[in-house]
């Protein structure tokens, strides 16, 4: 963009009349002190330096009053942009040779080049999974992406460029969107033709296939797993057979053979494996099919995986004082994992019989309760209460509206209830030590916000965006307060605004106390169908929904045995290739305090190639509140496998050391057997207005190169101008003022050297 700027003249309110006076007065104050006054001792030299200076002065003032108005403008000429878009994911070179990719990349860089000597601003942008930063010229281009996200590319460049003086978009691609809205009928496209060139090969050939894996991520030890893999094959010409295999921990355990005839032209066959899971951590496994004679494109004939195997599932009673929707819930969120098994028991409707039994039993084999709405108005719930706070387990409350005052009582050997201590010997057991609720059965509607500080585990952000669009929770708006070994995870939004009241909390072990947790509202349910209902039209495939990872997350923070090593690395234990890592630490003194100014290394190795070792530094911040020091590193994405980490830092003057395992999923959608689809191309340019100029071919460069430079001198816009006038008022010059002093003390300096006053 060519910017020009300058001053084009002068604005001047004043009329005649004030130029006159102006004049006049600075003429008529020179000659008064200098033309008709008698000055001794003054030399004519003398007196018309002075007056020329008094008359500089008075001028100059008289300016400044009459304010005239100095006129600027900035002229911006915007050329039209000719915008390059190139597919740059793997699936644009699978089965060509490295010259074809030279020539094509040679070809974009050229057109580029030819497109800016048209005095267009012609950028090469490639794209994958998103646009990509401008190329530079003769940059190389890795065609390596694993994803196609063809509308959000057309998306970015259609908000990016609106307003501006976009002539065209010349798109190359496969046609192969994997990722993303469908770019024909869900993207907003450019408003400028696009120049479309297919890439790829149009036509089917001879391949096989594992297409897709349906696997369990987590199975539990000396268990068996199942494992369905979809595969499939094109263009065989005779009869034959291939062996699919699974692969578990580096070993062949299953193997099937499918067999066509020589009629068969495409086959889909689906497979089921069972596996068992011999060891604890992470289950490097594959599935592999036969390799055919025919084939050229040999990389979607394996699929990698790793199943975690975990010694077993963590128990999870729920107890409520009476039916609820919100204990529904909690109950569908636990069935969203592998992890966890769930058992209700509901006070209100149990029969008194053997109940109390049947109840220690249920209590003693799990590993975390949920007591909701207890204790309630009943006695058989202060029983209940009192059963799971003497059984030492984990809890975690979860109080309506009804009955928040209950919660911060404590309960005696007969079930009365005392006071909210800590929990000393001989005294009453606080059900929620530290913590103290005022009953108010005044209620608000409010939305859940994360609390900026808390980390004793993960809060999936959307649970926290106090989206309007989903239901609000029902809370109580009694007093709360926290002793310091309560750490608020989320908060009450009201009208959009954090009020920064507490509405769920968690706190460590202590030596009289287990890990514990609290909620606090109702409504749960309402917030879990709003949104399964919102992923079920926006992404279907979503793993989990946000309330159940938030529920899911608590309850692994109080299973979890207790941490009392100064130096703690939390990480994740698998991601996708797509997804960039992040490691996270703490750091504490002797006395376990928060520990600032430590130096954290953190070495990354991949267990298929050692010899790719990786080394970051973790960074030091501190939230709102300066003792809550953190540390933390993003890796980036790391290309998919299996990976071993270990993190050390130098405590009292010895290295501190945690170590663990990371698994990176592939993501192959860029290697399956379909064809470009060059179909897609030809309806986006009619779309548009544009050109379908054909495939790309490397003996046709020239005639390609020749029909979109042609296209784009015919169809040249005119560059856009911008001009901005602006006007400045000489007052604001401070310039002026140092002068007008300058000519002022010369004056005076002159008549007292010269005629003493």
């Known amino acids: 963009?060519?910017?020009?700027?300058?001053?084009?003249?002068?604005?001047?309110?004043?009329?005649?009349?004030?130029?006159?006076?102006?004049?006049?007065?600075?003429?008529?104050?020179?000659?008064?002190?200098?033309?008709?006054?008698?000055?001794?001792?003054?030399?004519?030299?003398?007196?018309?330096?002075?007056?020329?200076?008094?008359?500089?002065?008075?001028?100059?003032?008289?300016?400044?009053?009459?304010?005239?108005?100095?006129?600027?403008?900035?002229?911006?000429?915007?050329?039209?942009?000719?915008?390059?878009?190139?597919?740059?994911?793997?699936?644009?070179?699978?089965?060509?040779?490295?010259?074809?990719?030279?020539?094509?990349?040679?070809?974009?860089?050229?057109?580029?080049?030819?497109?800016?000597?048209?005095?267009?601003?012609?950028?090469?942008?490639?794209?994958?999974?998103?646009?990509?930063?401008?190329?530079?010229?003769?940059?190389?281009?890795?065609?390596?992406?694993?994803?196609?996200?063809?509308?959000?590319?057309?998306?970015?460049?259609?908000?990016?460029?609106?307003?501006?003086?976009?002539?065209?978009?010349?798109l190359l691609t496969d046609g192969r969107s994997n990722r993303g809205v469908n770019p024909e009928y869900g993207a907003r496209l450019p408003m400028a033709p696009l120049l479309t060139i297919g890439l790829g090969?149009?036509?089917?050939?001879?391949?096989?296939?594992?297409?897709r894996l349906d696997w369990n991520r987590i199975a539990y030890l000396d268990n068996q797993f199942p494992v369905e893999a979809l595969v499939s094959l094109h263009g065989e010409t005779e009869a034959g057979s291939a062996t699919v295999s699974l692969n578990v921990d580096g070993q062949v355990v299953e193997r099937e053979t499918i067999r066509w005839t020589e009629a068969t032209k495409s086959l889909t066959r689906r497979i089921r494996f069972l596996a068992n899971a011999s060891r604890v951590g992470n289950l490097p496994c594959s599935v592999t099919i036969e390799t055919g004679d025919a084939e050229r494109i040999t990389a979607n004939n394996r699929q990698a995986f790793t199943i975690e195997v975990l010694e077993k599932r963590r128990r999870v009673l729920i107890l409520g004082a009476a039916p609820h929707p919100d204990i529904s819930a909690l109950r569908s969120a636990f069935a969203t994992s592998d992890r966890y098994t769930t058992e209700v028991r509901i006070a209100s409707i149990s029969s008194a019989s053997g109940i109390l039994g049947k109840l220690n039993n249920a209590i003693e084999t799990a590993d975390v309760l949920i007591l909701h709405d207890l204790p309630g108005n009943s006695t058989r719930g202060t029983d209940w209460t009192q059963r799971a706070i003497s059984s030492g387990k984990p809890r975690l409350h979860i109080q309506s509206h009804g009955d928040i005052g209950n919660a911060s009582e404590g309960l005696g050997a007969a079930g009365t209830t005392g006071g909210a201590s800590e929990g000393t010997s001989g005294a009453p057991k606080a059900i929620l030590p530290g913590a103290a609720l005022t009953p108010n059965r005044l209620t608000h509607n409010i939305r859940p916000a994360i609390a900026s500080t808390f980390d004793l585990f993960d809060i999936p952000e959307a649970l926290?965006?106090?989206?309007?669009?989903?239901?609000?929770?029902?809370?109580?708006?009694?007093?709360?307060?926290?002793?310091?070994?309560?750490?608020?995870?989320?908060?009450?939004?009201?009208?959009?605004?954090?009020?920064?009241?507490?509405?769920?909390?968690?706190?460590?072990?202590?030596?009289?106390?287990?890990?514990?947790?609290?909620?606090?509202?109702?409504?749960?349910?309402?917030?879990?169908?709003?949104?399964?209902?919102?992923?079920?039209?926006?992404?279907?495939?979503?793993?989990?929904?946000?309330?159940?990872?938030?529920?899911?997350?608590?309850?692994?923070?109080?299973?979890?045995?207790?941490?009392?090593?100064?130096?703690?690395?939390?990480?994740?234990?698998?991601?996708?290739?797509?997804?960039?890592?992040?490691?996270?630490?703490?750091?504490?003194?002797?006395?376990?305090?928060?520990?600032?100014?430590?130096?954290?290394?953190?070495?990354?190795?991949?267990?298929?190639?050692?010899?790719?070792?990786?080394?970051?530094?973790?960074?030091?911040?501190?939230?709102?509140?300066?003792?809550?020091?953190?540390?933390?590193?993003?890796?980036?994405?790391?290309?998919?496998?299996?990976?071993?980490?270990?993190?050390?830092?130098?405590?009292?003057?010895?290295?501190?050391?945690?170590?663990?395992?990371?698994?990176?999923?592939?993501?192959?959608?860029?290697?399956?057997?379909?064809?470009?689809?060059?179909?897609?191309?030809?309806?986006?340019?009619?779309?548009?207005?544009?050109?379908h100029l054909g495939a790309f071919d490397v003996n046709k460069t020239t005639e390609l190169e020749s029909a979109v430079t042609t296209w784009f001198a015919d169809n040249r816009p005119p560059d856009l101008i911008f001009e901005e006038i602006s006007l400045e008022e000489i007052i604001e010059w401070e310039w002026l003022g140092l002068i007008l002093l300058a000519l002022l003390t010369t004056e005076w300096v002159v008549r007292r050297r010269t005629i003493g006053y």
């Open 464 to 691: 926290g965006t106090s989206r309007e669009d989903l239901p609000p929770l029902t809370c109580p708006m009694g007093d709360i307060a926290l002793s310091a070994a309560w750490r608020v995870a989320l908060q009450r939004s009201l009208g959009g605004l954090n009020t920064g009241e507490p509405l769920a909390a968690f706190r460590d072990a202590s030596a009289d106390n287990p890990k514990l947790g609290w909620i606090i509202g109702s409504g749960w349910w309402r917030t879990r169908t709003a949104s399964l209902a919102a992923q079920q039209t926006a992404n279907p495939t979503e793993p989990s929904l946000p309330l159940d990872a938030f529920f899911q997350n608590a309850i692994q923070f109080l299973t979890s045995e207790d941490d009392i090593r100064q130096f703690r690395v939390s990480a994740p234990r698998r991601s996708d290739e797509d997804l960039a890592i992040q490691f996270k630490a703490e750091v504490y003194d002797a006395s376990l305090e928060p520990f600032s100014g430590a130096d954290i290394e953190l070495s990354i190795q991949s267990l298929e190639r050692p010899e790719n070792l990786l080394t970051f530094t973790f960074t030091e911040s501190t939230g709102d509140n300066p003792e809550d020091i953190r540390y933390a590193v993003d890796c980036g994405r790391l290309p998919a496998g299996n990976y071993k980490w270990r993190a050390r830092t130098l405590l009292n003057g010895s290295w501190a050391e945690t170590a663990g395992d990371l698994v990176v999923d592939a993501i192959q959608v860029e290697y399956a057997s379909e064809p470009a689809d060059h179909h897609l191309l030809t309806r986006l340019s009619e779309r548009t207005g544009g050109q």
């Open 1 to 170: 963009m060519m910017v020009e700027s300058g001053v084009t003249g002068w604005i001047v309110d004043a009329p005649v009349w004030m130029w006159a006076l102006g004049l006049a007065v600075s003429i008529g104050m020179t000659l008064l002190l200098y033309g008709w006054t008698s000055l001794p001792g003054l030399s004519k030299t003398g007196r018309i330096v002075l007056a020329a200076l008094r008359g500089l002065a008075i001028g100059l003032i008289a300016l400044l009053l009459i304010g005239p108005l100095m006129k600027h403008f900035s002229r911006e000429v915007e050329p039209p942009h000719a915008l390059i878009l190139v597919d740059n994911s793997a699936s644009v070179v699978l089965d060509m040779d490295s010259g074809w990719t030279a020539d094509l990349a040679s070809f974009v860089h050229n057109l580029s080049d030819e497109l800016s000597g048209q005095t267009y601003n012609a950028p090469l942008l490639p794209f994958a999974a998103s646009v990509a930063a401008p190329l530079s010229s003769n940059a190389p281009i890795a065609f390596s992406g694993i994803q196609t996200d063809i509308g959000g590319a057309l998306e970015d460049i259609a908000y990016q460029y609106e307003g501006r003086n976009l002539a065209g978009v010349v």
């Open 201 to 211: 090969d149009t036509t089917r050939r001879a391949d096989r296939a594992v297409d």
